[in-house]
């Protein structure tokens, strides 16, 4: 088997981890899909742990066995991107899967990521591997949920409300489905998650939901929220979701905008947009959040239970 260099001359391409695991399997088949769409090749990740125990026929015998059965996952991994018409590279790499990943991502154009690998964590929790990846890749990074049967149940929607034209309606109400769904935040358009939202629904035919939620009004009274905030909060918030959704048209009038204004908890309402939307994107830190950081509260909140596809992109530093 070809094990591919890194280099910064490297071709872009789509980085896939794979550890022989069943969510490795469903992150690969997602990344081939998204290496269609994109014409790029996937480029298969494969990392095994290196020891040292001071005797050195034991730790020999332990590589040759790690190594080997590495290798037999990504020889398994390259024929089935083969047999989808897809070009794939491998990179076998000792040690610390999460930093290979990370390493690979740089000039790469995407990572796709199981939830949960081999050994990973708690049901409906998001795994280590997973987590550092899309803390620190060098690009957007797509979360695969589990397959359907091992999906967490769905979420409530609390007392979370969607503000329309002719009133409030419950956050459950509101249908994602054929959308991309982005969360903003203060940042506005200057979001990098909104233009690679931008991107990913111009380049798969889906139509793009902008969404605004105030938290802050949630832990309030329902009668101040009514007589005081409500009305001014949409119109503020309808005003500026609709200069972007201008500002978006003016480059892609193609693609159709939508915008919904909650009331609620932000990382409960994109949780409960996972259900149904195509892919659910955020990014690695908020307007809040600081260099160092793993991920905001709000992008870790929604990654742990999310039911859909998640992308995280990298937020520029603070």
């Avoid at 659910?280 to 709000?298: E, K, N």
Wanted: aromatic content about 4%; overall charge negative; glycine content about 12%.
């Amino acid at each position: 088997m070809t094990t591919a260099p890194r280099d910064n001359n490297q071709t872009s391409a789509v980085i896939v981890g794979i550890d022989g695991s069943d969510q490795a399997r469903h992150a690969l088949q997602r990344a081939l899909e998204e290496a269609r769409a994109l014409e790029l090749p996937v480029r298969l990740v494969g990392a095994y742990p290196v020891i040292g125990v001071g005797d050195p026929g034991l730790e020999q015998r332990f590589t040759e066995a790690v190594t080997k059965e590495n290798a037999e996952h990504l020889a398994e991994a390259r024929e089935l991107a083969q047999q989808a018409g897809v070009q794939a590279e491998t990179v076998e790499a000792g040690g610390d899967a999460a930093k290979a990943i990370v390493e690979q991502s740089e000039g790469a154009a995407l990572v796709v990521m199981g939830k949960r690998g081999r050994g990973g964590a708690l049901r409906g929790r998001l795994g280590s591997v997973s987590a550092a990846v899309a803390a620190h890749a060098k690009c957007p990074v797509i979360i695969v949920p589990e397959a359907s049967e091992d999906r967490p149940a769905r979420h409530g929607g609390g007392g979370d409300m969607a503000l329309e034209p002719n009133g409030p309606v419950k956050v459950d109400e509101i249908d994602f489905s054929g959308r991309v769904v982005v969360g903003l935040d203060a940042l506005g358009a200057r979001n990098p998650a909104l233009w690679q939202a931008v991107e990913y629904a111009r380049g798969h035919g889906s139509k793009l939901a902008l969404v605004s939620v105030n938290g802050a009004l949630s832990g309030t009274p329902s009668w101040f929220q009514d007589e005081f905030n409500q009305a001014r909060y949409f119109h503020e918030a309808e005003q500026k979701l609709a200069e972007i959704s201008r500002e978006i048209a003016a480059e892609h009038p193609e693609l159709e905008v939508e915008h919904h204004i909650f009331v609620g908890r932000p990382a409960r309402i994109l949780m409960r947009a996972t259900d149904s939307a195509e892919l659910v994107v955020v990014g690695s830190r908020g307007i809040g959040g600081f260099r160092g950081l793993l991920l905001g509260s709000v992008s870790q909140a929604v990654l742990e239970n999310a039911t859909g596809s998640v992308m995280v992109v990298p937020s520029h530093p603070a």
